[in-house]
């Protein structure tokens, strides 16, 4: 049984984070971190687990935690994990971070995007970036895990395909992705209220949203150039999911069935990857509440481009659910365990 | 392993039970029925089990099915399996309808609220009401189940307890409900499209929803006197939940300990019915998904009345999940076995 | 040219304020208060009047605006006007009040219900209650108005016509309102998140809803004997909208003619009360962005009740659309400047 | 007095018009048509118009009404007015057509994307494409008048100050647009129910939707070359809106600076296009239910991209907004009477 602990479980990711290792058979939860609610219980702040979870909240010490569990999640702001962590905490378990911090591998980039100082460079090395599907060897060996941001594991796993085969022009890539609200987390704002979002759709961080390095640096590897592009990302009236459409220029000479073709090698033998049948558009209803990212690529013969497409649960395979993924690689667990639920609809 | 079967597998409450059944440990679906989609993959229909599910569809030969069948699910539209049920398909294996066929005991009643010709009269008397948590026993040795509405479901659970003990004074009973528009079917009518539903509530079948008939049937039961009530429901814009706030008026000398206690009373053995704390509301969002029935009453003192609250997710408790539960009890299985989820939030 | 100034102009009953008078043609907004906006300008705070409202926002110096204004609206939290305004205030102008604060006669009621100190009692007395329909005469010669609650409104006029006749047993009278989540105001609270609200509905402030003691005093104007009732808000997910589903015994010889005959004679002459035809349920989206209240009741043969029901546009009908139609009268205007729009669907 | 009729009154599209032509002051309405509705008060079909519109539903006799208006509005499926407009009926009256039977100037072109024969190819040419802020000068002596598509209303009054300088590289634009759902109509079909697109976003028409030839054609026209684009339009689960998110890259030397001017002069004597000071992302909330299009552009220096960004109400300008819009044009009237209306918001 491994033990985990969750800093930050009663955000939308952490809480998550609780429903996916309440169902995992070989994982308990030790610790239920939450500033804002200690010593109140976790069934009374998410009336979904009353009954089913009567631990109360704790605070978020690492150091005590990291010597009760196996594992340490941390749903947690940027800037955060990487403020406390250290040897010490390490040495006694591993760390899977759904933050930002160990995300990207050139810390002055981060500064940049995210105008705040990284207090642990000297770890950056060793974090594995666990996109499961891509970097699954990686992850197996790491102390520390990067758990992808949302967006980048949405638009890494539609566009990965073509451009490790080469067959688009990077210099030509467009995202624009769209998101439910869940991704704007629990913090009590005004623009986050049910009336400033319902029967609203906008986009927001254009040009200058923080995932963005994070995609070019996952794509440059992919590609073995240089990224640079554009994302854009919108905010959609609806709990949960995440929308991709993807824009390229097809290199000469690639066809429609080249392009099928790279994406079945890639995910012909992934679970949680699902290429759809020719001519089918992803939606996010079809992944609700599952680990699934369901993937279909489309060419424009006339424009001589690609759309790639891609439809995922922010908060399960774009947080919670990919981080019980990178457990499972870490502790040499089936990698589906705790994560086979069929997703819910309507 | 059970072997069972639907009918009218591509409603919603149809793709529910495949949902349900796909993680249940000792049940395998054989035979997706649906006359719609007769031969088209289950998987290209419902999104969601792309990949997951494989299988055809088949049309509604029920004599054929029973033969492979150990029990046969039919969630098809009122009078459908009373027009085709007879003792060959009992012989072969058990029957849970999911419509209203045989829920109601008076078949004058049924024909007159339902406007239908009831064509298998004969077995009424032996279908048992499968309303599990009230009818256990009565359900484990039947042949014929009538899986209760979902309306039915959630007012019954919410008020048994004090008809049971003779707290209130049935002749006051008024059932205000709210539901989400899954209960609407998946029929293409005008009034079900999105445009239609979003940002509107309206009540619909005043004084004559045909699930009044069964729920004053049941609570006759429980109160041991005739019932005549008021039911109202109303249409709500979300997918999920039915919300159910009964009014009645206390009898002299019932004290809010003496409701508090019928409730623990009747419910503190329950898997499915979760008792809220004192002064909590139930919501829909928290039993979204899942087979829980969260329920709590609260009495005002100004006005000498009870108000008992209820809130299930209409597809899950109140139609696929509460069938399953049914199965369960019929195959001698663990009653709660595929129904173990935790609801997902948000 | 009527001034008008409003005191909480950014919150939702304030802005629909603003979109009201600017379109009105015998009024013009003087003053744009704000505490949390000061110096910005309005149509940066709400984008539908960029390039409509260049004002900024300004503080909220009563007796300052009063020397402006022939009209002042008070869109503030309870308290607040009992606490500021005087003799001066009411001599320099007119005051229409969107609080609680003057609603209520018996000061004892409000102190309990809302647990604060009246800190104007004397001049409760004086105060029109502005529900324009009922109360048209003593609004106009009025210094002060206090502006109906959004469910008191929606409540009394469903179910007035029957309470004035004594056709209903005013013991037995239940109100269970369900009510769009702009009612829950524009705070900055967890509650009120889009995620938190969405695919939702549950019951709050069941027994002890602040409008009930309004709704009760109205009624018992009405009837003409002191009237206790349950009244249960449930909140919604959607915008705009109350609905109110009202349930009472009609007393010995009342007949449905006689039902509905009281509704013709009470609302014949009234523009913005609109008695549907028999059979047909109000639904909100059919008043969206108007000011019309729209009402039938259902007789039920077999209970002895009626179910009166009524629809109404919380913000429009239910604050500001009735603030301004009570503008309207206090200056002799035609009652329904300013709010003859035609709902807008969907 | 302007008379207009209306054919397809009781779509979406068709119900606005009468919503706007209600409240204009120089025009009445003389005719209801919808096959669906023959003999039925229009107030009967949508509520909004109870006892505002006591008119009942008329067939389709276009011949009959040319008599009888002054202007024709046909909000009708596609092929429907090149079936039956003849010279008999456009020297009667003007004929302002919603449908895309006359948006489009190459024939073939039209036939090949829509699937339909064109039965009126003699009157194409004539016909004034009716995006009144680009094409007012036609407009004004046309007898027929195409009224543009949604989706080509707000991708062409984005993009156009660019393409019309010469500031963007044609060849690499993008259109990523996402639409409430209202535009697809009022038909009875499965994939518009409630359950079926709330909680879900989808690309649809990936390279192929038919209002891709159109916004080519008017982009050509602007930047005075042949323009072959990517337009991928959303379905979002809200009722009205249109946002479109564009992309090109700029020519070299093109500033932000110069950007911004563009869209300055283009539009500073343009009531309904309101650009958004700079940094700011048009949302559709803030357009709802008015004749306003948003539009900002956003340069990014690391990409060398712009995006173009516009929001607009899908059937008020979208349709009916800028129909009247072509109305007051061809008879006249102040362009924007009928059409002032403050955006609703929430």
Redesign the interface.
């Known amino acids: 049984m491994v033990k985990a602990g969750i800093i930050g479980s009663t955000g939308?990711a952490g809480?998550e984070l609780v429903?996916l290792l309440?169902?995992h058979k070989e994982a308990e939860i030790v610790w239920y971190g939450s500033r804002s609610y200690v010593d109140e219980t976790f069934g009374?702040v998410?009336?979904?687990?009353?009954?089913?979870v009567e631990n109360v909240c704790k605070g978020d010490d690492l150091h005590a935690l990291s010597r009760e569990a196996d594992v340490i999640f941390t749903a947690t702001p940027q800037g955060y994990l990487a403020s406390v962590i250290d040897e010490e905490i390490l040495d006694n378990c591993r760390v899977i971070d759904l933050s930002a911090d160990f995300r990207i591998k050139d810390a002055d980039v981060y500064e940049k995007w995210y105008g705040i100082k990284h207090e642990s460079r000297q770890l950056i090395p060793e974090a594995a970036y666990g996109l499961c599907e891509i970097n699954r060897e990686q992850v197996k060996g790491a102390r520390l895990i990067a758990n992808p941001g949302c967006y980048p594991t949405c638009s890494v796993l539609s566009i990965y395909p073509l451009a490790k085969n080469g067959y688009i022009d990077m210099k030509?890539l467009?995202i624009?992705a769209?998101s439910?609200?869940?991704g704007a987390g629990?913090g009590?704002?005004?623009p986050?209220?049910?009336?400033?979002?319902?029967?609203?759709?906008?986009?927001?961080g254009?040009?200058s949203h923080r995932h963005t390095p994070e995609i070019e640096e996952q794509l440059s590897y992919a590609a073995g150039e240089p990224v640079?592009?554009?994302f854009?990302p919108?905010l959609?009236?609806?709990?949960?999911?995440i929308?991709v459409?993807a824009?390229a220029n097809l290199k000469r000479g690639v066809t429609a069935e080249m392009v099928r073709k790279a994406y079945e090698d890639a995910y012909q033998d992934e679970y949680f990857v699902?290429l759809?049948?020719e001519g089918?558009?992803?939606?996010?209803?079809?992944?609700?509440?599952?680990n699934f990212v369901?993937v279909c690529p489309?060419?424009?013969e006339?424009?001589g481009?690609v759309?790639m497409?891609g439809?995922m649960d922010n908060i399960t395979k774009g947080a919670a659910g990919q981080a019980v993924q990178n457990m499972n690689l870490l502790f040499g667990m089936d990698e589906a365990e705790g994560l086979?639920?069929?997703?819910?609809?309507?």
């Open positions: 939308y809480q429903r309440l169902q009374s998410f009336g979904n687990m009353f009954q089913i030509t467009v624009d769209k439910g609200t869940s629990r009590a704002k005004i986050n209220l049910y009336c400033e979002v319902n029967e609203n759709i906008k986009a927001y254009v040009a640079t592009l554009n854009t919108h959609v009236p609806m709990n949960r999911g929308l459409t824009y699902r759809l049948p089918t558009c992803p939606e996010t209803r079809w992944v609700e509440g599952s369901d489309k060419v424009d006339r424009t481009r759309i497409m439809a086979r639920f069929v997703p819910v609809f309507p």
